[in-house]
């Protein structure tokens, strides 16, 4: 992505938003008609003294997507900091069991312990009494192991898991009533760099929402795995299909391993504080960022 800034007393120019040079404000926004390499009349411009294009190879965004750049960049961060991610079709991507606030678990160890080899689909219920089926690719049994009994991944020590045990496939979890979310800790069996895959789906089938998440699979036992989970403005998740993809560079299915999935009955009051925040956020660097602008494309001092 580029954007376009001017330091004082420099022609202006075209860099990308990652290079440590490009901290100068957008303070007076000037762009040139790339196409014939004159100034466009509704701004000013002091890099077109020989009606030449000094950049051929270049294009840089208008200054209406300068400022969309900057309110999504916004966005992001008010989110990381609340332990989620960017919004998707009212769905936001969360991090962390905390960020998630969960009102109930389903916890594998209904299914026996360690080394137990439940049913493909099974039944299982949450701590609130939800019930919903789990099931995967193929007809083969899953696996149920115990961080430490049977699994050295990077599981908190103890931790009940399940394991997909399939190479090319995936996990369903199905859920009797609709959710606001729901997450877990995923990680691939193969040792090293991974991607995790969620996708949610409304009663009727509809997707809802995609979420991918990198993470790299080792055996510290630690609880630092990643955590994949997703939070929605209203309940209205019944189905989520997860997989993990192996080398990520492939994008080859492999099998992997869940802890515990936490769920939402409905949504948080701090959950939604925090969508309401990233929003009014955002619209708030909009007028800013607008006002700044028109201001100097008009030539307008203060």
């Known amino acids: 992505m580029l954007s376009a800034y001017c330091p004082t007393g420099k022609p202006w120019r075209v860099a990308v938003p990652d290079d440590p040079k490009l901290h100068g404000d957008l303070q007076s926004p000037v762009m040139e008609d790339w196409h014939s390499g004159l100034a466009h009349p509704l701004f000013r411009s002091a890099s077109v003294?020989?009606?030449?294009?000094?950049?051929?190879?270049?294009?840089?965004?208008?200054?209406?997507?300068?400022?969309?750049?900057?309110?999504?960049?916004?966005?992001?961060?008010?989110?990381?900091?609340?332990?989620?991610?960017?919004?998707?079709?009212?769905?936001?991507e969360v991090f962390s069991e905390a960020a998630l606030g969960r009102d109930?678990?389903?916890?594998?160890?209904?299914?026996?312990?360690?080394?137990?080899y439940p049913a493909n689909p099974v039944r299982v219920v949450s701590s609130a009494g939800l019930g919903a089926t789990l099931s995967k690719t193929g007809t083969t049994p899953f696996k149920r192991r115990d961080q430490g009994r049977g699994t050295d991944g990077a599981f908190f020590p103890g931790e009940a898991l399940m394991c997909s045990d399939v190479i090319l496939g995936s996990m369903t979890l199905s859920l009797d009533e609709p959710v606001a979310g729901l997450g877990f800790q995923i990680q691939n069996n193969q040792l090293g760099a991974?991607?995790?895959r969620m996708e949610a789906f409304d009663v009727a089938g509809h997707s809802l929402c995609v979420f991918w998440e990198a993470g790299v699979s080792t055996t510290a036992g630690d609880g630092s795995t990643i955590f994949l989970g997703l939070l929605g403005s209203q309940a209205n998740v019944s189905r989520v299909v997860f997989e993990t993809t192996w080398p990520p560079s492939h994008g080859a299915f492999h099998d992997f391993v869940i802890g515990h999935v936490a769920l939402v009955s409905r949504v948080p009051e701090a959950a939604t504080m925090v969508l309401n925040l990233v929003v009014l956020a955002g619209a708030g660097a909009h007028l800013v960022w607008r006002q700044r602008v028109k201001k100097a494309v008009l030539g307008i001092d203060n």
């Open 49 to 92: 003294a020989n009606n030449k294009n000094p950049f051929p190879k270049v294009c840089c965004c208008a200054p209406d997507r300068v400022v969309s750049l900057r309110m999504k960049y916004l966005a992001m961060l008010v989110g990381c900091l609340a332990g989620v991610g960017p919004l998707q079709a009212g769905f936001t």
């Open 194 to 196: 991974y991607n995790a």
């Open 104 to 116: 109930s678990v389903i916890d594998w160890r209904q299914l026996g312990p360690t080394y137990t």
